[in-house]
């Protein structure tokens, strides 16, 4: 059964104060159709979790920009200023986590796991709240999962039934949001018919995909 769908129709699966995981690492990798779906969709108060907010006008930027974030949970916002100043401003919040964090935080949740033990942040502000735990002498942290309502997900190839194909370095948390997420709407450049791919070269299998978009030609 095909699973693909038209960008018009994304709008279905979007609705005001959802959380919305986006893979994809300084916007390679982010599924900027999607992203477009949702600002002309209108949908608000959106709670992001990215590696980073990209710039101003790629990947999950324009979702800053245009003021529909209410909170972000990322590993960095440097290289989109307006992050900075609306955190600053306090129009939205913002929750740093260290990368490697952040991506156990994701397996957690996509594993249903109840969370992780890290020593990373120990001693730091990054404990700030969170419970600590002792093991062989060692301090953790225990860090809670993440979930979220809907993946963004970017591939470069997908037949019909969602079996996926990343390119290079925009595999970038892609496979792990897929695994996280109540619904997982994927942005494909090339779309293929079930059989057509390598089986050895697929990375998310189609069981995690509920929709796809292919990418409108430029």
Do not use: W
């Given at each position: ?76 916002i440097g290289t ?99 695994l996280a997420c ?37």
């Amino acid at each position: 059964m095909s699973k693909v769908i038209s960008v018009a129709e994304v709008k279905h699966h979007l609705f005001d104060g959802m959380s919305i995981m986006s893979g994809g690492f300084m916007g390679i990798g982010s599924a900027e159709t999607l992203v477009q779906a949702i600002l002309e969709a209108g949908t608000k108060d959106i709670t992001l979790i990215s590696s980073d907010t990209a710039l101003i006008d790629t990947g999950v930027g324009p979702l800053i920009a245009n003021n529909r974030i209410k909170k972000v949970i990322a590993s960095h916002i440097g290289t989109n200023p307006e992050t900075g100043k609306k955190m600053i401003a306090g129009e939205i919040e913002v929750e740093l986590v260290p990368q490697g964090t952040f991506a156990e935080r994701i397996r957690a949740g996509g594993a249903g796991l109840g969370g992780i033990l890290t020593p990373t942040g120990v001693g730091t502000v990054v404990e700030e709240g969170k419970q600590k735990i002792q093991i062989d002498q060692v301090d953790y942290l225990l860090e809670l999962p993440l979930k979220a309502d809907l993946a963004l997900i970017k591939a470069h190839t997908a037949d019909t039934a969602g079996n996926l194909i990343y390119d290079g370095s925009a595999r970038n948390f892609n496979p792990l949001m897929a695994l996280a997420c109540k619904t997982v709407i994927v942005e494909t450049d090339y779309l293929v018919e079930v059989g057509e791919l390598e089986p050895n070269h697929i990375i998310t299998p189609a069981t995690l995909v509920d929709y796809i978009v292919l990418k409108p030609a430029l």
